[in-house]
């Protein structure tokens, strides 16, 4: 998985989203590939991750690496208490996960690695 960053205009309010999803997830996104589908050959196409500052987008590859959908979260529609975003660091079978709490329901990223320890600075 790669992180890219563009430099899309902010909307007001989601700066805050933006830095604390970078700053939280930016090493593990350029250090580990992700998987989001449940088949084997849509975990072999390593979908990408990639983060603007106004979405999180998955862009998930077919088997031969074309480009199969292409997935839109908006930040603002991340849920914030206390001025964090509620994005939270879990396992699954050995796996780390990136749960991302929305407005409008809940998603999780596998990563296929297990990241080192302190990754994720706001869960110490």
Not at 39 to 48: D, G, S, Y
Request: charged share 25%; net charge negative.
């Amino acid at each position: 998985m790669e992180l890219e960053v563009s430099n899309d205009r902010t909307l007001p309010g989601t700066e805050l989203l933006v830095d604390t999803i970078k700053d939280t997830f930016g090493t593990v996104a350029n250090t580990f590939g992700i998987s989001f589908g449940k088949t084997k050959n849509e975990e072999k196409a390593k979908p990408e991750l990639v983060l603007t500052n106004l979405n999180l987008i998955l862009c998930s590859k077919g088997l031969f690496g074309n480009k199969k959908g292409v997935t839109y979260y908006p930040l603002n529609r991340i849920k914030v208490y206390n001025d964090s975003a509620q994005v939270i660091e879990t396992t699954k079978g050995n796996q780390p996960v990136m749960e991302v709490m929305f407005i409008d329901g809940q998603e999780a990223f596998g990563f296929q690695r297990q990241p080192f320890s302190g990754y994720l600075g706001f869960l110490d």
